[in-house]
Structures are given as structure tokens and as C-alpha cells.
């Protein structure tokens, strides 16, 4: 079946320096791509999104990459701060009206040391 | 504003008791979506709600899950005859209309004896 999945479980990002966190995906009828930060013992917060025709999107800090081709996303964060600590989880949804779940990734772990 | 609130926060039951969970969303959203999260895993979806229209049930994992939405905003999660596996964090989010961001509630830490 579909998936989408995480290159890397753990990243671990000196407090100062830019990170990427990156997700594959195989769904192709998938259109719709979110970006969620989780920390511990909290529901997950929206950080970016971007929608199948654009490629890339920037908020404060946060840069969302998406390449169709080869179904890949990633999350760019500009000079990292030890409140970025937290499990990252990419989300995919497919293109069909009526179907709104989001398919979440497993989760990358970043920790940013002081 | 309030965000989404779920209660209780942390539930422990022991193997065989029905469990109910609740979730308020925040006001005027429509849409309204139940999550299970496993430790150290991403997010299980479990069913979705839309204004009347019959929810998406496709993710509960077995008949023992059960969810309604009374007057279009508050919604329960019920599971009967909980077993270890259920043991998990559950999470609610919703969002304002049909295809748009979603927004989570902390989310009730499941503990099955």
C-alpha cells in the first residue's frame, strides 16, 4: 500500500545552524503535503504546508520543499533554537474529494544542542 | 482562542472495561477527526467527521470502536472491552471546512492494564 515514510529517525542540529528533515512519499494521487512539529506530551502543530503545484513554500524560519518527481519533501529550518526540539512529522493527503485523512510519516526526532 | 480540549487526559482502565474519550473542538469548526498515535509512532487515522454528512469510518481498527458527534461539535470515542494493544495516546483535531489545516488537542494518554 501507500506510504509515507521518514529517511531519518534521529537528527540532532547545533543550536545555530540550519537543518533539514526529509520524507518520501509513493502516494502519486496524493496533493496536498503538511509539515506537523510535536513535542513531548503535546497533540502536533501545523508548521507548513504546500499544495502539489508549487514547490517550494516559505514561512518565519521554515522552508517547505516538494519534488514530484521523485516524491520527495523536506523541511528546511533556519537557525535552529533548542524550542525547535521536537519529533517533525510529514503528512500526505490524497487529491479525492471526500477522502480527508491525513497520512502521516513515523517521525524525525531533532535535537538542537546548545 | 480555546484550541481543541480533550479529557481526560490520561485514562487508566484495566482489560475488559469500556472506555470513552472526549473531544471538544474549537467553535465553528466543522470538521472534526480522531487519531490514534502508538509510543514512538506517527499518527493512526480512526475516523472523520463532516457537518451531517456520515462519517469516514475506514480507520477504526475493530468493531470494539465507536464514535459519535452530538449537534455537530462535541464528540466521544468509545471503546469497549479495551485490551493492551489499545493502550496509546488518542488524538482530536478539527478544522474550520473541508480540506484546510487541521488542529489538535492534546490528546488522552490510553493506558490498558
Known amino acids: 500500500g501507500e506510504s509515507v515514510g521518514l529517511h531519518l529517525p534521529t537528527l540532532s542540529v547545533q543550536e545555530g545552524d540550519n537543518s533539514i528533515i526529509n520524507c518520501a512519499y509513493s502516494?502519486?494521487?496524493?496533493?496536498?503535503f503538511i509539515w506537523y512539529k510535536q513535542e513531548s506530551g503535546k497533540g502536533p502543530q501545523f508548521i507548513i504546508d504546500?499544495?502539489?503545484?508549487?514547490d517550494k513554500r516559505q514561512g518565519q524560519r521554515v522552508t517547505v520543499l516538494l519534488n514530484k518527481t521523485v516524491k520527495h519533501l523536506s523541511l528546511q529550518i533556519a537557525a535552529t533554537q533548542p524550542g525547535d526540539s521536537a519529533v517533525y512529522f510529514c503528512?500526505?493527503?490524497?487529491?479525492?474529494?471526500?477522502?480527508?485523512?491525513?497520512?502521516f510519516g513515523t517521525g524525525t526526532r531533532l535535537t538542537i544542542i546548545p | 482562542g480555546a484550541g481543541v480540549s480533550q479529557s481526560p487526559s490520561n485514562k487508566v482502565t484495566e482489560k475488559g472495561k469500556d472506555v470513552e474519550l472526549r473531544c471538544d473542538p474549537i467553535s465553528g469548526h466543522t470538521a472534526l477527526y480522531w487519531y490514534r498515535q502508538s509510543l514512538g509512532q506517527g499518527l493512526e487515522f480512526l475516523i472523520y467527521?463532516?457537518?451531517?454528512?456520515?462519517?469516514?469510518k475506514s480507520g477504526l481498527p475493530s468493531d470494539r470502536f465507536s464514535a459519535e458527534r452530538t449537534g455537530g461539535s462535541v464528540s466521544t470515542l468509545t471503546i469497549q472491552r479495551t485490551q493492551q494493544e489499545d493502550s496509546a495516546v488518542y488524538l482530536c483535531?478539527?478544522?474550520?471546512?473541508?480540506?484546510?489545516?487541521?488542529?489538535f488537542g492534546p490528546g488522552t494518554r490510553l493506558t490498558v492494564l
Open positions: 504546500i499544495r502539489s503545484n508549487m
Open positions: 467527521f463532516q457537518g451531517n454528512s456520515a462519517p469516514d
Open positions: 483535531a478539527s478544522s474550520p471546512r473541508t480540506r484546510s489545516e487541521q488542529f
Open positions: 503528512a500526505e493527503r490524497e487529491t479525492n474529494f471526500g477522502n480527508e485523512k491525513l497520512t
Open positions: 502516494n502519486s494521487a496524493s496533493d496536498y
